[in-house]
T-cell receptor, first 114, second 110 residues
Framework: DTAVSQTPKYLVTQMGNDKSIKCEQNLGHDTMYWYKQDSKKFLKIMFSYNNKELIINETVPNRFSPKSPDKAHLNLHINSLELGDSAVYFC?????????????FGPGTRLTVL | GESVGLHLPTLSVQEGDNSIINCAYSNSASDYFIWYKQESGKGPQFIIDIRSNMDKRQGQRVTVLLNKTVKHLSLQIAATQPGDSAVYFCAEKGAQKLVFGQGTRLTINP
C-alpha cells in the first residue's frame, strides 16, 4: 500500500549509458514531479506533469526525458549519462488546487555514474 | 527570483530539549509554506504547513511560526527525541511548484 513508489532504489552504471527510473503513485493525484537531490542535500525540481501533460521543465538537459503513460505514472529516462548526473532522484505527487499543494515523495533512486 | 534559505545547516540538541529550526524566504508573495522531514535513505515527509494568513500553527510536538514582516519561518520541535534526527527542509509555494530551502541536519545527543 505504498503511496509513491520508485524503481530501482539503487542504480549504478557507466558513463554514456542510457537508463530509466520508474515512478508510480496510487493516491489518485493529478500532478507528478521529478526532483534531483545533490550530495549537499539540495532538492531541486526537474519536471512536473499534470494529467500526462508537461507543466514544468526546469532547464534540464534534453538528455532527460520524462514520460507519463497515465496520470499514475511518471518515468524518467536519461540518455548518455554523465558523471554529474550522480544524485538521488525523487518522484513526488500532489493533488491539483491551491488548498492541497502538499507533495508526497517516493523513497528515492540513488544513481551513481562511474 | 525565489529563494528559500536556512540560517543553520546543522543543529545539535540534547534529547528532551526543544529544537528550533529557522528558515528565511525571499518571495513576499508566497502564500503557503511547508516543513518536510527527511530521514536517512528516505524521501522527504510532510510535517506541517502554514498559510500566509496565519502566524502560528501547532501540530503534535511541532509548531510552525511565520513572521511575514521579516520573511522568516521557524519549526519548533518540543521534547526532541532520537527519532527526530533527520534533515529538515522548509519549502515555499511558488508558481506551480515548491521551492525548497537548503536543509538543516538535526542531531540528537543522548
Amino acid at each position: 500500500d505504498t503511496a509513491v513508489s520508485q524503481t530501482p532504489k539503487y542504480l549504478v552504471t557507466q558513463m554514456g549509458n542510457d537508463k530509466s527510473i520508474k515512478c508510480e503513485q496510487n493516491l489518485g493525484h493529478d500532478t507528478m514531479y521529478w526532483y534531483k537531490q545533490d550530495s549537499k542535500k539540495f532538492l531541486k525540481i526537474m519536471f512536473s506533469y499534470n494529467n500526462k501533460e508537461l507543466i514544468i521543465n526546469e532547464t534540464v538537459p534534453n538528455r532527460f526525458s520524462p514520460k507519463s503513460p497515465d496520470k499514475a505514472h511518471l518515468n524518467l529516462h536519461i540518455n548518455s549519462l554523465e558523471l554529474g548526473d550522480s544524485a538521488v532522484y525523487f518522484c513526488a505527487s500532489s493533488q491539483v488546487g491551491p488548498l492541497a499543494p502538499e507533495q508526497f515523495f517516493g523513497p528515492g533512486t540513488r544513481l551513481t555514474v562511474l | 527570483g525565489e529563494s528559500v534559505g536556512l540560517h543553520l545547516p546543522t543543529l545539535s540538541v540534547q534529547e528532551g530539549d526543544n529544537s528550533i529550526i529557522n528558515c528565511a524566504y525571499s518571495n513576499s508573495a508566497s502564500d503557503y509554506f511547508i516543513w518536510y522531514k527527511q530521514e536517512s535513505g528516505k524521501g522527504p515527509q510532510f510535517i506541517i504547513d502554514i498559510r500566509s494568513n496565519m502566524d502560528k500553527r501547532q501540530g503534535q510536538r511541532v509548531t510552525v511560526l511565520l513572521n511575514k514582516t521579516v520573511k522568516h519561518l521557524s519549526l519548533q520541535i518540543a521534547a526532541t527525541q532520537p527519532g527526530d534526527s533527520a534533515v529538515y527542509f522548509c519549502a515555499e509555494k511558488g508558481a506551480q511548484k515548491l521551492v525548497f530551502g537548503q536543509g538543516t541536519r538535526l542531531t540528537i545527543n543522548p
